[in-house]
């Protein structure tokens, strides 16, 4: 069974730094696209970043330039290093991957940025 734990999150000030960590189970990961995607009170789900099976990736523009997404197979964790952070990111974080045409997500990870 494909379970998908998020953690990390926390409360941090604008301008500082967290570390999401996504830790996979149930399968080997390292065949497929995985992504982080964000959720905040009243609005919907958005993508963050994507890294590939072949290790491309891709942002959000609102995160370019401030987030980076990576991928350790030999632990199947996904991470995101996140910096300069903006009250705007606050949201809920989610990860997720799609095998064989099933997405599967995490329950999510609270970051909360103050000015």
């Known amino acids: 069974q494909v379970q998908l734990v998020e953690s990390g999150g926390g409360l941090v000030q604008a301008g500082g730094s967290l570390r999401l960590s996504c830790a996979a189970s149930?399968?080997?990961?390292?065949?497929?696209?995985m992504g982080w995607f964000r959720q905040a009170p009243g609005k919907e789900r958005e993508f963050v970043a994507q890294?590939?099976?072949?290790?491309?990736?891709n942002y959000a523009d609102s995160v370019k330039g401030r987030f980076t997404i990576s991928r350790d197979n030999t632990k199947n964790t996904m991470y995101l290093q996140m910096n300069s952070l903006k009250p705007e990111d606050t949201a809920r974080y989610y990860c997720?991957?799609?095998?064989?045409?099933?997405?599967?997500w995490g329950s999510g990870t609270q970051v909360t940025v103050f000015s």
């Open positions: 997720k991957t799609v095998i064989v045409n099933l997405a599967y």
């Open positions: 149930g399968r080997t990961f390292s065949s497929y696209a």
């Open positions: 890294t590939t099976s072949a290790d491309s990736t």
